[in-house]
Nanobody
Framework: QVQLLESGGGLVQAGASLRLSCAAS????????MGWFRQAPGKEREFVAAVSKSGGITRELDSVKGRFTISRDNAKTTVYLQMNSLKPEDTAVYYCAAVAVLGSDTIITGLKAYNYWGQGTQVTVSS
């Protein structure tokens, strides 16, 4: 099992940057593909970014490409989401998620595939 704890959210103005962190417990962090999802009020939770267990493969939601970057540090058992040029529409609760992956290095983008979730961190972007 793995436990996830997000941090780094906050209230910022449009155009600002934030870096979210997700610290994971457990010794097998490098066996997990990781993802970031977000949920705005009244909307369904949506995929934001994913990284493979090695960190060598990443993917971002089209609307955040060029602004958000996902990365991980397996030695620190932490995954990051660097968010630049934030927009009011990025306002949401951001969740970190993990899923164990056997075999080849791959990314997981489907929400239902993830079986470990953090409690979320609020990001609010004012205009």
């Amino acid at each position: 099992q793995v436990q996830l704890l997000e941090s780094g959210g906050g209230l910022v103005q449009a155009g600002a940057s934030l870096r979210l962190s997700c610290a994971a417990s457990g010794r097998t962090f490098s066996s997990y593909a990781m993802g970031w999802f977000r949920q705005a009020p009244g909307k369904e939770r949506e995929f934001v970014a994913a990284v493979s267990k090695s960190g060598g493969i990443t993917r971002e939601l089209d609307s955040v490409k060029g602004r958000f970057t996902i990365s991980r540090d397996n030695a620190k058992t932490t995954v990051y989401l660097q968010m630049n040029s934030l927009k009011p529409e990025d306002t949401a609760v951001y969740y970190c998620a993990a899923v164990a992956v056997l075999g080849s290095d791959t990314i997981i983008t489907g929400l239902k595939a993830y079986n470990y979730w953090g409690q979320g961190t609020q990001v609010t972007v004012s205009s």
